[in-house]
């Protein structure tokens, strides 16, 4: 039940995101500040809650492997979508969203097979954080060129089928192995941190500049407040 409720509300905020940005007031440095600060908090997530478990106990050089696999399949497969779909367009946004979520809710999912309460709070507020300004901003650029009903109803698809990958995540691959575990959290954490580089950052300095620096540095020490609460 618990697990459901935290998938629930971290795939609801793309749908709250999509209302703010379709119906609310949201100024271009409030969007990157925002991002920012939640590209600070997916960094640490990526790096202590999904990639440095395998390094501890299982094998260096696999899990760097998988982290360049799963970087290199993110950047590929957004390379494609873009390619086929442009970056304004609604499929193509809809595509580099669910892209850029599926491994965040699958990592996400998989967090919560023997992680501690706080341990899953870094990982989902990080998310979360992320996709209520991702998707302010993109339903808002969308709105101006379709009906705002039209918007709407593809942020709440986006929303039903990256909670559907943190259900998969989760309930598929309880019986797994620890540690293959570990390298589908390593694979997670590459894509996310491929997903910052191309998609995060470079959007938040693009609407706020140097600010991009002191947000992605707040969210870093957040989340490394929280997680120092769970040692």
Do not use: C, R
């Not at 998989?110 to 209520?132: D, E, K, M, Q, T």
């Amino acid at each position: 039940m618990t697990t459901s409720i935290v998938i629930f509300v971290v795939s609801a905020a793309l749908i709250a995101g999509a209302l703010w940005g379709i119906y609310g007031s949201l100024t271009k440095k409030t969007e990157g500040f925002l991002v920012a600060l939640a590209g600070g908090a997916l960094l640490v997530s990526a790096l202590l809650e999904l990639i440095n478990p395998a390094l501890e106990n299982n094998s260096v050089y696999i899990t760097l492997a998988v982290v360049f696999i799963g970087a290199t399949t993110f950047t590929g497969l957004d390379y494609l979508v873009k390619k086929k779909w442009g970056n304004n367009s609604g499929g193509g946004l809809l595509a580099a969203i669910t892209l850029d979520g599926i491994p965040e809710n699958l990592a996400l999912g998989v967090a919560f097979i023997g992680a501690g309460p706080l341990s899953v709070a870094v990982l989902s507020g990080s998310i979360l954080l992320s996709n209520l300004p991702e998707a302010a901003g993109g339903a808002k650029e969308m709105a101006e060129k379709h009906s705002k009903k039209k918007v709407l109803l593809l942020w709440i698809a986006t929303a039903a089928i990256l909670a559907m990958a943190a259900l998969v995540g989760h309930f598929l691959l309880s019986d797994v192995k620890q540690e293959y575990l570990n390298y589908i959290k390593s694979f997670a954490g590459g894509a996310v941190v491929a997903s910052l580089a191309l998609e995060v950052f470079p959007k938040s300095f693009k609407k706020d500049k140097y600010w991009t620096g002191i947000a992605t540095t707040i969210g870093l020490i957040l989340a490394l407040f929280l997680n120092s609460l769970g040692e």
